[in-house]
């Protein structure tokens, strides 16, 4: 059974940091690639960070220099550093793992990120 768990998510100040953690299980996880979505209130849901099986990143515009997205393949672990944080990142996180020989695109059930101005 293929799982995805977030965790890390919380109300922080602007300005502030936090650490997104998504777990993994089910999946032959080093031939994944991975990334971080996020769906604002009444937005739709986007692409913030994205790392290739090989380790390439990619970021949306709004988080460059601010968001780091990494994954440790020993724990079966994607990561987001999110610093300087701003209002407009509040949304809920989703973790997304995708391979093309696995006919599903995976998703964790999401992590709140709430930021206070």
């Known amino acids: 059974q293929v799982q995805l768990v977030e965790s890390g998510g919380g109300l922080v100040q602007s300005g502030g940091s936090l650490r997104l953690s998504c777990a993994a299980s089910g999946i032959i996880f080093h031939i994944y690639n991975l990334g971080w979505y996020r769906q604002g209130p009444g937005k739709q849901r986007e692409l913030v960070a994205s790392?290739?099986?090989?380790?390439?990143?990619n970021y949306t515009d709004s988080v460059k220099g601010r968001f780091t997205i990494s994954r440790d393949n020993l724990k079966n672990t994607v990561y987001l550093q999110m610093n300087s944080l701003k209002p407009e990142d509040t949304a809920v996180y989703y973790c997304?793992?995708?391979?093309?020989?696995?006919?599903?695109?995976?998703w964790g059930q999401g992590t709140q990120v709430t930021v206070s101005s």
């Open positions: 790392i290739t099986s090989g380790f390439s990143t």
């Open positions: 997304n793992a995708r391979w093309m020989g696995d006919l599903q695109s995976r």
